[in-house]
């Protein structure tokens, strides 16, 4: 019996995997997928009051359950203290859990604006090198957390540059939904953190294949198994 097709996506906070991600983890939920959401950081002392990090919580497994997630873990370090950890601790963490799950796809952020995300990343990245457990990652791809990664300074800074469209025209409502159960970070419109404004991402990458709606990743490395020629581009179906 085949093992069935794993994906980790990395969070930096309650929201930013929904917000990224949210329909391509419906889509390959539905094919077939174990996802599992790994949640670094979160709305927690000193920056917010002792009650904010519960709710952000339970919002977020609320989003979990509508996206199929098959489990969601929260590592509980405080917003905006990623960069201040230990290294090393982190990054064994993050390995450990690779190499538990065993993924076959890695989402993580785009280094942008946001401090979390961009240690995020860089943890991803030491927990993905291709050894061990990390040579069976066939695609590794960064997504774009709408504000944030729209708020880099260009010229000054890398520009997240899309190399992966992912047609989510079948899972734009359930990544609404989702997103929808996040009521304490939701905002109202033209806020970048509103469903119009989501929406309106995920018609624009959509607009750029020629689908409905779409969710964009920038590839950091994509790996084709010995003996095939075949690239894993595919890894995700169609979602039409």
């Not at 970048?192 to 689908?211: D, H, K, N, T």
């Amino acid at each position: 019996m085949s093992r069935r097709r794993t994906c980790i996506v990395f969070s930096p906070h309650p929201d930013d995997e929904t917000l990224g991600c949210g329909g391509t983890i419906a889509i390959l939920v539905g094919q077939g997928w174990s996802i599992h959401i790994v949640t670094l950081a979160g709305h927690m002392p000193p920056l917010y009051s002792p009650n904010m990090y519960p709710r952000t919580v339970a919002e977020a497994k609320r989003a979990h359950q509508i996206l199929g997630v098959e489990s969601s873990i929260f590592l509980d370090i405080p917003a905006l203290q990623l960069d201040a950890q230990v290294p090393g601790r982190l990054n064994a963490e993050l390995s450990a859990l690779v190499e538990r799950l065993r993924p076959d796809l890695v989402l993580a952020p785009f280094a942008d604006r946001h401090v979390d995300h961009v240690a995020t990343l860089n943890s991803v990245l030491v927990a993905t090198r291709p050894i061990s457990a990390g040579r069976d990652i066939a695609v590794l791809a960064m997504y774009e957390v709408i504000s944030s990664t729209h708020w880099t300074v260009p010229g000054l800074e890398a520009s997240f540059t899309p190399t992966w469209f992912v047609d989510i025209s079948s899972s734009i409502n359930m990544k609404i939904a989702a997103m929808a159960a996040y009521e304490s970070q939701l905002q109202e419109f033209p806020s970048a953190r509103s469903i119009p404004a989501l929406e309106a991402l995920a018609c624009f990458r959509g607009s750029q294949i020629g689908v409905e709606a779409a969710e964009a990743f920038q590839v950091v490395r994509m790996i084709s198994k010995a003996g095939t020629a075949q690239l894993p581009s595919n890894i995700v179906a169609e979602g039409r």
